[in-house]
């Protein structure tokens, strides 16, 4: 049996975070902590290595937030800006450890790194620029450290989004559909997270009761729903109406799993 994972969510908003830039809804002007949402990130540990799940906007100051001090590896879940756009910050573990930082992506999110921080990938770098190292996964499981990870291919719309699992816990931001084969994958995991944008239905994200239909049919024991727009009510309310076993998680939850 391998040793427990520890899992801090260290953002669970939607892209524009919450509260949402000149928003004065209830949710964004809430006092209650856990309204307070950074962009959606996972920070996941054994006793020898570290690794986080997607680096937005927000990424410099949620390895600050949770104290990291040392980080092992990034995976990538997709492209979109809100799962990419804080990489650049890696270089403060690069000037620590003198390495790069290992990056496990797709080849489309690859695509989009190598566009979006072509700087960090030109031949003749600028000084200080951040130390990439780029890795190619797929379908296949792989071990970081003594971390198990298996690939979960999501729909995000058209776009094919990773979502990981690692044990008995399996993570899954932005998607709104998930083929049957994939779902035999996450079968027998503990812990799922989903994303749950809000009421409504939207065109590439589950909505909260997609998210929890989706958990009944997977029969997993708890469920932690992230990805949260202002959009979706206050945290407090939402989780009181919320079926057993089924949450919302909050910045800083951490679970051991
Ligand atoms: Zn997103
Ligand atoms: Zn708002
Ligand atoms: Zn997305």
Redesign the pocket.
């Known amino acids: 049996m391998a040793a427990p994972l520890k899992f801090t969510f260290l953002g669970t908003g939607t892209?524009s975070g919450v509260p949402m830039i000149a928003c004065d809804c209830a949710v964004c002007t809430s006092t209650d902590p856990r309204d307070k949402r950074l962009r959606s990130a996972l920070l996941v540990e054994s006793e020898t290595t570290t690794i986080v799940v997607d680096t937005g906007p927000d990424f410099r100051y949620q390895m600050l937030r949770a104290h990291v001090r040392k980080l092992d590896a990034v995976l990538f879940t997709?492209p979109?800006k809100?799962?990419i756009a804080g990489l650049d910050d890696v270089r403060a573990f690069n000037f620590f450890t003198g390495n790069g930082m290992p990056l496990y992506a797709n080849s489309m999110t690859q695509e989009a790194l190598i566009r979006e921080f072509a700087y960090a990938f030109a031949d003749k770098k600028y000084p200080g620029v951040p130390n990439l190292e780029l890795n190619t996964i797929d379908a296949e499981p792989f071990l970081i450290g003594d971390i198990p990870v298996q690939p979960i291919q999501v729909w995000?719309l058209k776009?094919p989004?990773l979502g990981f699992r690692f044990g008995n816990f399996t993570y899954i931001?932005?998607a709104n559909r998930i083929d049957e084969a994939e779902k035999q994958k996450i079968w027998g995991s503990k812990t799922l997270v989903v994303n749950a944008l809000r009421r409504e239905k939207h065109i590439?994200h589950f909505n909260l009761s997609e998210a929890v239909a989706l958990t009944e049919e997977l029969r997993v024991e708890q469920a932690y729903f992230t990805h949260i727009s202002h959009q979706l009510g206050r945290h407090e309310a939402i989780e009181a109406e919320l079926p057993q076993g089924i949450h919302l998680a909050w910045d800083g939850l951490a679970i051991h799993c």
Do not use: F
């Open positions: 892209s997709h979109h809100d799962h995000h776009m989004v931001t932005d590439s």
